[in-house]
């Protein structure tokens, strides 16, 4: 819950850093090796911020190469 807020209070996009410095701190303070601690911040983050980003990107390509949605040409 702190991490969330952090991320919610930062000045960067998606409180990237911030969040995943809190996330390590609080896992850390409750007895989490910092390996461990770490390694899972990672994962949650990617699993939970970068890996929705990939459908976005490959729909955002398509656009831009002057596909529409479901695969058809646009007329221009």
């Known amino acids: 819950m ?3 807020l952090f991320r919610t ?5 998606g409180g990237l850093g911030t ?3 809190a996330s390590v701190i609080i896992l850390r ?3 989490v090796p910092i390996q ?3 390694s899972a911040t990672v994962a949650f ?3 939970s911020f970068w890996l929705p980003m990939l459908p ?3 729909c955002a390509r398509r656009v831009t190469r002057g596909r ?3 695969g058809r040409r646009t007329s221009a």
Request: a neutral charge; aromatic letters at 16%; glycine letters at 20%.
């Open 56 to 58: 976005g990107l490959w």
């Open 19 to 21: 969040f995943e410095a």
């Open 36 to 38: 461990i601690a770490l």
């Open 9 to 13: 209070i930062s000045v960067s996009p």
């Open 2 to 4: 702190f991490s969330a």
């Open 68 to 70: 529409g949605p479901f």
């Open 45 to 47: 983050r990617g699993l």
């Open 29 to 31: 303070g409750a007895g």
